[in-house]
Nanobody
Framework: QVQLVESGGGLVQPGGSLRLSCAAS????????MGWYRQAPGKQRELVAT???????TYADSVKGRFTISRENAKNTVYLQMNSLKPENTAVYYC?????????????WGQGARFTVSA
């Protein structure tokens, strides 16, 4: 079973930047796709970005050009660099990891990192 620990979050002014990180730990499996979802107050959880094991990213249209997802495979860590933040980016951000081995695959969610974009 993989364990995920997210860090980052807090209060950011509009136009500011923030970086979230999510570190995965465990053994007996390989980590495949890593990604970030977010859930704003009163809204459904939505996909923000994903990145494959060979670092090919995909983004939601709403964050293209402002958010960058990256990963360090040696540290089993995924990052989300967020620039030009807007109040509507306020949400709880969850990392998700797809992991497994030859015979099985699972998903695991982080505990969530909350931040608020406000003046």
């Amino acid at each position: 079973q993989v364990q995920l620990v997210e860090s980052g979050g807090g209060l950011v002014q509009p136009g500011g930047s923030l970086r979230l990180s999510c570190a995965a730990s465990g053994s007996g499996f390989s980590i495949n796709v890593m990604g970030w979802y977010r859930q704003a107050p009163g809204k459904q959880r939505e996909l923000v970005a994903t990145i494959t094991s060979d670092s090919r990213p995909t983004y939601a249209d709403s964050v293209k050009g402002r958010f960058t997802i990256s990963r360090e495979n040696a540290k089993n860590t995924v990052y989300l660099q967020m620039n030009s933040l807007k109040p509507e980016n306020t949400a709880v951000y969850y990392c998700i990891v797809d992991y497994g081995c030859r015979w099985w695959r699972k998903n695991s969610w982080g505990q969530g990192a909350r931040f608020t974009v406000s003046a």
